[in-house]
T-cell receptor
Framework: GAVVSQHPSRVICKSGTSVKIECRSL??????MFWYRQFPKQSLMLMAT?????????EQGVEKDKFLINHASLTLSTLTVTSAHPEDSSFYIC??????????FGPGTRLTVL | DAKTTQPTSMDCAEGRAANLPCNHS???????VYWYRQIHSQGPQYIIH???NNETNEMASLIITEDRKSSTLILPHATLRDTAVYYC?????????????FGTGTRLTVIP
C-alpha cells in the first residue's frame, strides 16, 4: 500500500520558537493532504486541508497564522507551528489519498513545548 | 456527514471473534461506512469500507444492516496486536478531498 512519512517523529522545543513538521507521500502523488491534531486520550481532530499549489483550507477554530501549511509539491506538505506554546503540545498526524476510498496516514509527530 | 455512535470500550479474548458495532441512523444514501483503527501512538490505519453490501478483506469483515442504520466490524480471530481504538466513520466519497472526521471510537482490548 501507499506510504506516508513524517519528520521528525518527536520534537521538543522551547516556548516561543517555531517548529516545522514534514509530511511526504513516498510512492504516490497527493494533490491533497490533511493535517490532524490529537491530544492525549482524545480523538483526532482535523485541522486543515493542504492543497498543492494553493492555500490550505482551515477548519473552524484553527488559527491559520499560527499553523502555517505549505504544499509545495505533489509529495510534500509542511506544517509549521509558529510561536509554539505549551498548549500546542500534541500529536500531529498527516494523511493523503490517491483519489480512492482509502486514506493513508503518517506515523505522527509528537510535539512537546516546554 | 452522518454522526456515528460506538461503545466506548470492549474486551475480546485472544483467538475469538471481535464484533464491534456502530450506529449511524442518519446515514444518507450516498454515504459510505469506513473503519479505521489506531494503535497507541501511531497514525490510523484503514481497515475496510462499504456502502450497502457486506464486505470482507484480509483484515476484517463489515456487515451492514439492510436499512444501513448500523454496521458491525468483525475481526474473525483477534490477536493481541489488534488492541487499538477502532473508528467508524460515515461520509460521502469526494475525490481529492476525502478528509475524515473522527468520533471517539471503541477501545478494543484483546485479552490473552
Amino acid at each position: 500500500g501507499a506510504v506516508v512519512s513524517q519528520h521528525p517523529s518527536r520534537v521538543i522545543c522551547k516556548s516561543g520558537t517555531s517548529v516545522k513538521i514534514e509530511c511526504r507521500s513516498l510512492d504516490f502523488q497527493a494533490t491533497t493532504m490533511f493535517w490532524y491534531r490529537q491530544f492525549p486520550k482524545q480523538s483526532l481532530m482535523l485541522m486543515a486541508t493542504s492543497n498543492e499549489g494553493s492555500k490550505a483550507t482551515y477548519e473552524q477554530g484553527v488559527e491559520k497564522d499560527k499553523f502555517l501549511i505549505n504544499h509545495a509539491s505533489l509529495t510534500l506538505s509542511t506544517l509549521t507551528v509558529t510561536s509554539a506554546h505549551p498548549e500546542d503540545s500534541s500529536f500531529y498526524i498527516c494523511s493523503a489519498g490517491t483519489g480512492g476510498h482509502e486514506q493513508f496516514f503518517g506515523p505522527g509527530t509528537r510535539l512537546t513545548v516546554l | 456527514d452522518a454522526k456515528t455512535t460506538q461503545p466506548t470500550s470492549m474486551d475480546c479474548a485472544e483467538g475469538r471473534a471481535a464484533n464491534l458495532p456502530c450506529n449511524h441512523s442518519t446515514i444518507s444514501g450516498n454515504e459510505y461506512v469506513y473503519w479505521y483503527r489506531q494503535i497507541h501512538s501511531q497514525g490510523p490505519q484503514y481497515i475496510i469500507h462499504g456502502l450497502k453490501n457486506n464486505e470482507t478483506n484480509e483484515m476484517a469483515s463489515l456487515i451492514i444492516t439492510e436499512d444501513r442504520k448500523s454496521s458491525t466490524l468483525i475481526l474473525p480471530h483477534a490477536t493481541l496486536r489488534d488492541t487499538a481504538v477502532y473508528y467508524c466513520i460515515v461520509r460521502v466519497l469526494i475525490s481529492g478531498a476525502n478528509n475524515l472526521f473522527f468520533g471517539t471510537g471503541t477501545r478494543l482490548t484483546v485479552i490473552p
